[in-house]
């Protein structure tokens, strides 16, 4: 929504300025070179470094113009890529929940099992996934 806006106002600013150099550039060439010696915005500042600063700040604009469409792309592959992720969780832990097979894991460091699908459950005769992860290593390995 931010990116939106502030697209549109790159928009309307950069529409206006292409608009004053297409006037000003039409003037400006049919200005002769002694009355455009002439013309001075200031003491120190002629037409010459006029059109030189707004040269600066219109590429500026373009430059925040172009940066801004970037970062709106960049949003947008981010959400796609948010909504294929999220999806492909749902299909995985569907299948992993809906599968027949018991799968586990293990934290090698204190030998616990730290996650169980309801298959695991199953073919261990556990009545919960809850209670298969809470029982100790020690329980699985009877003799």
Not at 62 to 82: C, F, G, H, T
Request: aromatic residues 10%; hydrophobic residues 45%; glycine residues 2%.
């Amino acid at each position: 929504m931010i990116i939106t806006n502030f697209n549109r106002r790159i928009e309307q600013v950069f529409s206006v300025l292409l608009t004053i150099v297409c006037i000003s550039l039409t003037t400006f060439t049919n200005l002769t070179p002694k009355i455009a010696e002439r013309l001075y915005f200031s003491e120190h500042q002629t037409i010459v470094s006029y059109f030189n600063t707004f040269a600066a700040i219109f590429m500026t604009v373009i430059i925040a113009y172009v940066l801004s469409k970037s970062a709106q792309e960049a949003q947008l592959n981010l959400e796609r890529s948010k909504k294929i992720l999220s999806q492909n969780e749902k299909l995985l832990e569907s299948i992993n929940q809906n599968i027949d097979i018991g799968i586990c894991r293990t934290d090698v460091a204190t030998n616990r099992l730290i996650y169980a699908n309801i298959g695991k459950v199953q073919v261990m005769g556990y009545s919960s996934i809850d209670e298969l992860l809470n029982t100790p290593p020690s329980a699985f390995y009877k003799v």
